[in-house]
């Protein structure tokens, strides 16, 4: 049995990697186009990430970006980037504290979004349409910048824990209102590669996944429909687009934290009403409208609490947009008259790898990796050609 996760070729700017560079992830400050705004000025002229991406803020302009995506994207490669081959270890420090991960690749014929029972899997239900757009900046771009975040279970740590302080210094930056991050380059992966095998064994026999995609699923199921693509039409780089850039974090280290994603309902004066009257349990959620805040019953199971609330939020077929932090739902309510909003509960680590195995997935957007500047941001990416891993 081959690994899921595995080591290869990655790049980073030539001469080191500035605060320009690194950008958060686009999924990130979708209400806010004027936070996007101002990284555009931030960056100035810059090599940055930012120029790979389209950020979701501005996801209607997509078509109009993929030229200029295209074109930086071959610069950077010739001019901007040089490449290295192994691993990452990472430290962020970031608002709740300090947690370790490591960026490596994992192979997307064991990756399936849908309900099943590959080794990695996502946590929460796939929506297709949400593929295109992320698949048609694939397709322009020869790089792969990633902001995926993938958890294991690994309980006696030994896959990243024994890594940490080893490696030759790549980088130590600030990010952009994101904290600190230091990436460490590991080449010697024979000690990594042992545990990941190991984990993927232990696993299997558990009935269990090895994977689970923490952050970032439609990102990655984006790249799988890429590889898919270039595996069918026969073209070359389907070697290298097999294994996608990721960072693999330990869910059960103290860094590792869920926090809730909030919804926010635009233009149904009723969605008040219908979440009142159909929501039933021992739990609560709280419902914002302008600055005032109002309790409601809800099952007491955050998973069952999401699953009821999204049911009438898609049923109402209205605006919907899921936010990440109290403060900036709460900022949003208040601004806009016609903002319904909902305060979500925390989901639980524990259980969830046993969760996912039982269920499948959680309901679309149940958890966040904490705040959006505690994110992965882009900084490592990966030439998309016809050399393989």
């Not at 995609?213 to 039409?233: C, Q, R, T």
Request: hydrophobic share 35%.
């Amino acid at each position: 049995m081959s690994n899921c996760l595995v080591f290869g070729r990655f790049m980073l700017p030539r001469g080191g990697v500035g605060s320009a560079w690194s950008t958060i992830a686009c999924d990130q400050y979708t209400s806010r186009p004027e936070y996007w705004k101002a990284e555009e000025e931030r960056v100035g002229d810059e090599p940055s990430a930012l120029r790979l991406i389209c950020p979701e803020a501005f996801l209607s302009e997509v078509s109009d970006r993929l030229s200029g995506i295209a074109a930086c994207s071959l610069d950077y490669v010739k001019n901007v980037l040089v490449e290295y081959k192994g691993g990452v270890l990472v430290k962020r420090a970031c608002s709740h504290g300090t947690r370790y991960g490591l960026v490596c690749l994992v192979d997307l014929e064991e990756y399936d979004y849908r309900t099943g029972d590959s080794p990695v899997r996502a946590t929460e239900g796939t929506v297709t349409a949400r593929i295109p757009p992320r698949l048609a900046v694939r397709k322009a771009s020869a790089l792969d910048v990633s902001h995926v975040i993938c958890l294991i279970d690994d309980s006696g740590c030994t896959l990243i824990e024994p890594l940490i302080g080893k490696g030759e210094p790549l980088y130590d930056i600030s990010l952009p209102r994101g904290g600190r991050l230091e990436g460490r380059l590991i080449t010697d992966t024979s000690a990594p590669e042992r545990a990941i095998a190991a984990l993927e064994s232990e696993a299997a026999e558990a009935g269990k996944p090895f994977v689970l995609v923490g952050d970032g699923n439609h990102s990655l199921a984006a790249a799988k429909a890429l590889y898919e693509k270039y595996k069918a039409e026969g073209d070359g780089r389907a070697a290298t687009a097999r294994y996608a850039l990721v960072e693999v974090e330990n869910v059960r280290s103290d860094g590792v934290i869920f926090l809730p994603i909030h919804r926010v309902v635009y233009g149904c004066p009723d969605i008040a009403d219908r979440l009142e009257e159909n929501l039933r349990g021992d739990g609560k959620v709280t419902l914002v409208r302008s600055d005032v805040g109002v309790k409601l019953s809800a099952p007491s199971d955050p998973a069952e609490a999401y699953a009821a609330v999204q049911k009438i939020i898609d049923e109402s077929g209205a605006e919907t947009d899921y936010i990440h932090g109290d403060g900036e739902l709460l900022r949003i309510c208040a601004e806009r008259s016609d903002a319904v909003g909902v305060l979500m509960p925390p989901l639980g680590k524990d259980g969830l790898f046993a969760y996912i195995a039982a269920h499948g997935t959680l309901p679309r957007k149940s958890f966040s990796l904490g705040e959006a500047e505690d994110k992965r941001y882009y900084v490592e990416c990966r030439h998309i050609d016809d050399k393989g891993i």
